[in-house]
């Protein structure tokens, strides 16, 4: 998690990503962001996140991404 | 949903529906084009209605018909009841129409078409068709003459509906279409449309030779058309090509038509080669735009002639003497010269015609 | 049958009368039937190319539906059986299985779409470049093409992926395809959306109706009133460039931007209008794009469902793709982190809008529009923290008075990038818009040049009015839907409305044979 806060915090430094369930929605992550993202967890954590799961469910919040890549890690 | 508010939406609906269909036509009233101050020859099919019944000789053609021949003088000399059913470049099959349009009213003894429309084979213009069958009164016969005269751009449902087709004359109202909202002005005598004015033949374009002098197949079928019409009813149809010089009228042309006449044993008369020598036409004098049309004192010398023509060739009855007609006829002179009286004082006063009314 | 016609009018009318009078499971068979009656009038051609896409589209949904539930079941039955690398092993087996049925019904229908719409722009390249002189192939677009063969791709991609299951019923599938308000133009529906309220069954609600009804009046007058007329200004300005330089360069940006949104606009709300009287929800297509602030607000405003498509079947799987990831890695080590980076995201913008410009239409001012547009997302990307830092040290730029800078910089910046679309030329395009700076013919704006150009003032008036009407929708509609408001008046204020709307447009729409009472002038005077 705290791996991801920080790949995160890079990218926009001045959003609470603890409380922000609204990432997508209020459009504070763009479409650049989200590639960004994907990249850096893909090397990051050694996990593909797939075109399919790129929905706003799995993005509106830190810890839905968290989950998200858990998953993944888990199949 | 309960019953009482389905049927208070329905009678809402249809009070809405009731009050758009009147909005409309308040809407294609007012902005259909009255023919009053412009255009005027747009009240002529219209105004056949006043005067349908009881009229022995139909007149069916274009201008050459209602510039040049005036049924006040077929009665004046003849006791000749007459109509014109004319509209600014009738085609043939707009003639063949017309004739039909005028059964349901009345059957004359003889019809009398100017042949100068067999030239044209195709529609000229999607305007001439509005000036033809707008004022023809709905009815089978009309919905076929749509069908018939239609142009590629043009769609049935306008002319059912003409606001469809003035529409975008919002940008050209003028103080008369509220005026003539409701009324209108009577603008023939019998169909025919009076000018005294005169300009003189001054010059006749050379006449260039065509490519090919038949006329087209269409043609053709409208004038066979006519004719078996005519039989089924008994009319005799007589053919005539009137004595105005432009547009040409070719010798081509009228061998034809000649020999379309002789073959089924109608009457043809051309009337250019004895304009002068035989009706009596001064072509300096009974024109008003110099060999389009003829004045009314051209109308008059022709119609006499005409007249005289008739009789010899049909067995029409002399009406004068017959009082209801008598009666009706002689509201239908003193219009004629009430007209006749303004366009001339008007012409004294302003040195040229800018209406028919003369006002 | 285009939507501004009285035969689109008397369909709806039919259909609907028979929509709501039939019993309810048989409504969407009534809505398929119209339909295919719809597709009819662009000819039985076009019919075989839907045909194909919906047969194609449908089985291999069917066949990759039925793939996945044998592999669902398989690994349940055997559950305990399998450890976790037999499980991954047997589901790679079955997704390459799966995969080469998606392939197949890609290739199929992307295929027709390329040989039919691209052809003669390959031929036009290939003779360009080796001096040749193929015969063009001149294949008639059927209607609708890019957009129910996306539709249909979208929804194949989905059932690979696994999103939803298949639909079974054929007849079902082929109304999701081939739903006729969507089909001039879009939206680019998704099935899952669609579907939930394609099918019913619906029961006549007054509210829905009347709200669709009212969108459909307003499309139709945006449509007809606006766009149609403004249409002969385009037409003539775009026609005659050599004639049309400067000043007219800026006016002709200016009324493409205006019809384009008025005809494309009205278009998406008689479809929606449509769809809604039927009590079916189809998706937005445009959210008031000119009010955005910047390019990338304004695609995400305008032509909505177009720009999720590329974005979810194009641009990230693109992005996230293996081989994008290796590409990625490979430049951050040799490029550095910072540009490396940038790499497959621009990468891939890149080649999304490449292929948005080609989707628009086969030439290539379609393709350097859509380089032009991401040209400029890619310039205010890279310039964002820039502007983020100018943002915080200047306060007026948060006012709305800046905001509306922003808007109306935004407007010009998409209207000059647009008119490559009317000039279809693309060289000719930058020389147009480089005699802005060298004609000095401003002063045509005011001596009457301006009514040569086949609207007369009337016209511009009654533009003027629609624009003024369209601003005013769009500015309430900040406070929720106009609808909303207008249902909530007395039947008596709405009828009214709806009768002066239904005149207005009856009147004013630019439609039929112009009026010229010269044309009526037999004698003169």
């Keep these: 998690m705290e791996e991801l806060l920080n790949i995160l915090k890079d990218i926009h430094a001045d959003v609470d990503y603890d409380t922000c369930t609204t990432l997508i929605d209020d459009g504070i992550l763009d479409s650049f962001d989200i590639i960004s993202i994907i990249t850096e967890v893909s090397s990051e954590f050694d996990v593909q996140i797939p075109a399919n799961e790129i929905v706003p469910e799995n993005f509106n919040s830190a810890a839905a991404l968290w989950k998200l890549i858990e998953k993944l890690l888990d199949e | 949903m309960n019953k009482k508010k389905v049927v208070k939406i329905i009678a809402a609906a249809l009070c809405a529906v009731l009050v758009l269909v009147l909005a409309l036509w308040f809407l294609q009233r007012l902005l259909t084009p009255k023919y009053i101050d412009k255009n005027e020859e747009g009240l002529l099919v219209k105004e056949y209605y006043d005067y349908a019944g009881g009229n022995d000789v139909l007149f069916i053609g274009d201008c050459e018909v209602y510039s040049n021949f005036s049924p006040v003088r077929l009665w004046q000399e003849y006791g000749i009841t007459s109509a014109i ?210 004045n009314l004192s051209g109308a008059e010398k022709l119609s006499s002639w005409f007249g005289a023509y008739l009789k010899a060739n049909t067995a029409l009855p002399n009406h004068r003497g017959e009082a209801d007609l008598e009666l009706k006829w002689s509201e239908k002179i003193d219009r004629y010269y009430e007209m006749a009286d303004a366009q001339a004082a008007q012409l004294e006063r302003d040195g040229k015609l800018s209406g028919y009314w003369g006002d | ?29 009534m809505l398929l039937a119209f339909s295919i009656f719809f597709y009819c009038f662009a000819g039985w051609t076009s019919l075989i190319f839907m045909a194909v896409t919906i047969l194609t589209t449908y089985f291999a949904g069917a066949v990759i539906g039925r793939m996945a539930e044998a592999r669902d079941s398989y690994i349940k039955e055997q559950g305990a059986a399998m450890d976790r690398d037999a499980k991954k092993a047997y589901k790679a087996k079955v997704k390459k299985r799966t995969y080469l049925i998606l392939s197949l019904c890609l290739i199929v229908n992307l295929g027709m779409l390329a040989v039919i719409k691209y052809t003669d722009f390959g031929i036009s390249i290939v003779n360009g470049i080796f001096r040749t002189n193929i015969g063009y192939l001149r294949f008639i677009l059927p209607l609708g093409i890019s957009f129910y063969i996306f539709q249909s791709m979208g929804y194949i991609i989905d059932v690979y992926r696994g999103k939803y299951a298949p639909e079974k019923n054929f007849a079902r599938f082929a109304l999701f395809v081939s739903f006729f308000p969507q089909l001039l133009q879009g939206p680019i529906s998704r099935f899952d959306e669609l579907s939930q309220t394609l099918y019913g069954p619906h029961d006549f609600d007054y509210q829905n109706f009347a709200k669709g009804a009212w969108r459909v009046v307003w499309g139709f007058f945006k449509k007809v009133v606006i766009a149609d007329r403004l249409v002969t200004a385009v037409i003539t300005l775009s026609g005659e460039p050599d004639v049309y330089k400067g000043v007219y360069v800026v006016a002709l940006v200016l009324f493409y931007a205006i019809q384009l949104y008025a005809d494309f606009t009205g278009g998406i709300d008689i479809t929606i209008g449509v769809a809604q009287m039927l009590g079916i929800k189809v998706a937005e297509n445009f959210d008031r794009p000119f009010f955005s602030l910047n390019v990338t607000e304004y695609w995400r405003r305008w032509h909505i469902t177009m720009g999720t498509w590329f974005k979810d079947y194009i641009f990230y799987p693109l992005s996230v793709s293996p081989k994008m990831l290796k590409i990625s890695k490979w430049s951050r080590e040799k490029l550095g982190q910072a540009i490396g980076k940038r790499v497959p995201v621009y990468l891939s913008t890149i080649i999304v809008w490449f292929a948005t410009g080609l989707w628009h239409g086969a030439a290539w001012n379609f393709i350097v529009w859509g380089l032009l547009n991401c040209l400029v997302i890619i310039v205010s990307q890279e310039l964002s923290p820039l502007y983020q830092r100018f943002h915080k040290k200047f306060r007026f730029s948060n006012t709305k008075g800046y905001n509306v800078f922003q808007m109306f910089r935004t407007f010009w910046l998409m209207g000059f990038i647009r008119v490559l679309d009317v000039y279809r030329d693309v060289p000719g395009t930058f020389r147009q818009v480089g005699t802005i700076f060298t004609t000095a013919n401003w002063g045509d704006l005011f001596n009457g040049s301006f009514l040569e150009l086949g609207l007369g003032w009337q016209d511009f008036a009654v533009v003027l009015a629609g624009c003024a009407a369209m601003l005013t929708v769009s500015i309430l509609q900040n406070k929720g839907q106009v609808r909303d408001r207008l249902m909530a008046r007395p039947p008596v204020v709405r009828y009214a409305l709806l009768i002066a709307a239904v005149c207005l447009i009856m009147v004013f729409g630019a439609y039929g044979i112009g009026y010229d009472s010269g044309a009526f002038i037999y004698t003169r005077f």
């Excluded at chain 2, 306008?158 to 003028?174: E, G, T």
């Excluded at chain 2, 004038?223 to 010798?251: F, R, S």
Aim: with cysteine; proline share 5%; aromatic share 16%.
């Design chain 2, 85 to 294: 059913r004319g509209s600014p470049q009738q085609l043939i099959w707009h003639s063949y129409y017309m004739l039909e349009d005028t059964l349901r009213y009345e059957t004359p003894k003889v019809v009398v078409f100017n042949v100068l429309s067999m030239k044209y084979g195709e529609p000229q213009s999607e305007a001439y068709n509005r000036l033809a069958l707008d004022g023809m009164k709905w009815s089978s016969v009309k919905l076929r003459a749509v069908k018939a005269s239609m142009t590629e751009e043009e769609s049935l449902l306008s002319y059912v509906f003409p606001l469809l087709r003035f529409h975008s004359r919002w940008s050209d109202l003028r103080s008369e279409d509220l005026k003539y909202f409701f009324n209108t002005r009577q603008l023939s005598h019998n169909g025919y449309v009076m000018r005294i004015d005169v300009q003189p033949v001054d010059y006749i374009p050379r006449a260039e030779p065509l490519a090919d002098y038949s006329f087209a197949d269409t043609c053709w079928e409208y004038l066979d058309k006519m004719k078996d019409l005519c039989e089924k009813n008994g009319i005799q149809l007589v053919l005539i090509k009137a004595p105005t010089l432009m547009p040409h009228w070719y010798d081509e042309w009228d061998e034809q038509i000649v020999k379309y006449a002789s073959d089924n044993g109608l009457c043809y008369v051309n009337t250019l080669p004895i304009a002068e020598s035989e009706i009596g036409i001064d072509y300096t004098a009974d024109t008003f735009d110099a060999g389009q049309h003829l």
């Design chain 3, 1 to 29: 049958m285009p939507f501004v016609s009285f035969g689109f009018i008397a369909f709806l009318a039919a259909l609907m009368l028979l929509y709501y009078l039939v019993p309810k499971r048989f409504q969407w068979m």
